[in-house]
């Protein structure tokens, strides 16, 4: 008996570029020990953040190595599309994808809307698949300082500590 495709939208707040990086390594390393699939739709180039915690963080070098293998690089609308082809492939060989998207409110904003029509459009080719999509919206502190707003919109943050579900605005405000 096939299970439904399970599609997450979990939301992450972050205070700057190098505290997302480190916000996000121990989930992604969680992530890659369960053999998740770990895709990025970013707005602007995050590999030099990325490789700092890299060479300052404490993971063995084969966990270095499959971090260093995720896409940091922006995203414009090609790399978008090859995503999505690449994500039918993923999901036929996977249980889990995480999409991490990165970037200003109104790029969050297409992507998700980008992500739902491709949801949309295969999901009777994907229906007997058991698969979770995990995407993460992670928003800037200086766009978004009325943290109430997105989590109104959201049931699962990503902290530190991994995914959680969503309780109470003050939970929110501490998550970081």
């Given at each position: 008996m096939a299970r439904k495709i399970q599609l997450r939208k979990t939301c992450s707040i972050y205070a700057d570029d190098l505290h997302f990086a480190t916000m996000v390594f121990p989930f992604i390393e969680k992530e890659i020990n369960n053999n998740t699939t770990i895709k990025?739709?970013?707005?602007?180039?995050?590999?030099?953040n990325i490789e700092k915690i890299i060479n300052n963080i404490g993971l063995n070098s084969e966990i270095k190595e499959k971090i260093r293998q995720i896409d940091w690089s922006n995203t414009n609308i090609k790399k978008i599309r090859n995503n999505f082809e690449v994500l039918k492939q993923d999901i036929r060989e996977k249980n889990n994808i995480d999409i991490i998207v990165l970037g200003r409110n109104l790029f969050v904003q297409?992507?998700?809307?980008?992500?739902?029509?491709?949801?949309?459009?295969?999901?009777?080719?994907?229906?007997?698949?058991?698969?979770?999509?995990?995407?993460?919206?992670?928003?800037?502190?200086?766009?978004?300082?009325?943290?109430?707003?997105?989590?109104?919109?959201?049931?699962?943050?990503?902290?530190?500590?991994?995914?959680?579900?969503?309780?109470?605005?003050?939970?929110?405000?501490?998550?970081?």
């Open positions: 990025t739709i970013l707005e602007k180039n995050e590999e030099e297409k992507v998700n809307k980008a992500i739902d029509l491709w949801f949309k459009n295969n999901i009777e080719e994907l229906e007997n698949i058991e698969i979770q999509i995990n995407v993460i919206n992670c928003f800037s502190f200086e766009e978004n300082k009325k943290i109430y707003k997105i989590k109104d919109s959201y049931d699962y943050i990503l902290k530190t500590s991994g995914i959680e579900e969503i309780f109470e605005t003050e939970e929110l405000l501490k998550a970081n």
